[in-house]
């Protein structure tokens, strides 16, 4: 069975500084995809990345980049230019053959101002 | 159609009822899964369909647990006899076949 670790419970960061949260995983399949899920505070989730285990290149949208160890089974998240609105918790999420999601425990984002 | 919808938003029953939870997936949307999100942990997966198709039922998806997709549309969560280790946020998520999952905003159940 999958599973994805995070290490950071909380994490803060000084609004428009550059922050970095980590996930492992664990999986024996090779083919994979990797997700960074954003959920503010009574709303939604929603997607904030994602990276295909099969690309090399880390995968970037905008302030969110990824980078991709795959040896080492690591996926971290930075977050560039902190704004307020970054503020949630952020889960990162495996998703394998069978397409179901395993997430981690989460890491709660505070932007200070 | 702007996303997933779920429905009611907050359900507070007391132990031993039924409770039915509703998921409208985005329309194009084949896939739908069901996870389920206990206070400080990430979801857990609960169960899919690929159309109307159950494809796979978590171990944590006990008999009381019965879910459905008629048509291949809305689907359906149903708890029997509510315990309250129940409580919990249950949620939606639809996608087409091997891209992201888009989420719904969820149902809070309160069992007292």
């Known amino acids: 069975a999958q599973t994805v670790t995070q290490s950071q419970p909380e994490m803060s960061v000084q609004e428009a500084e550059t922050v970095t949260l980590s996930c492992t995983y664990d999986?024996?399949?090779?083919?994979?995809?990797l997700f960074w899920y954003k959920q503010p505070p009574s709303r939604q989730m929603i997607l904030v990345i994602r990276q295909e285990a099969y690309k090399q290149q880390n995968a970037t949208e905008n302030r969110f980049s990824v980078n991709f160890q795959k040896a080492a089974k690591s996926f971290s998240l930075k977050i560039s230019d902190s704004q307020l609105g970054d503020a949630a918790m952020y889960f990162c999420?495996?998703?394998?053959?069978?397409?179901?999601?395993?997430f981690g425990t989460g890491t709660r984002l505070t932007i200070i101002p | 159609d702007t996303g997933v919808s779920q429905d009611p938003r907050h359900k507070i029953t007391k132990r031993g009822q039924n409770v039915t939870f509703r998921c409208d997936p985005i329309?194009?949307?084949?896939?739908l899964y069901w996870y389920r999100q206990t206070l400080g942990q990430g979801p857990e997966f609960l169960t899919y369909f690929q159309n109307e198709a159950q494809l796979e039922k978590s171990r944590l998806l006990s008999d009381r647990f019965s879910a459905e997709r008629p048509k291949g549309s809305f689907s359906t969560l149903e708890i029997q006899r509510t315990e309250q280790g129940d409580s919990a946020m249950y949620l939606c998520?639809?996608?087409?076949?091997?891209?992201?999952?888009?989420f719904g905003p969820g149902t809070r159940l309160t069992v007292l």
């Open positions: 999986t024996s399949e090779s083919d994979y995809y």
């Open positions: 329309s194009e949307h084949n896939r």
């Open positions: 998520a639809s996608s087409l076949v091997g891209l992201e999952q888009f």
């Open positions: 999420a495996y998703g394998g053959g069978n397409e179901k999601l395993t």
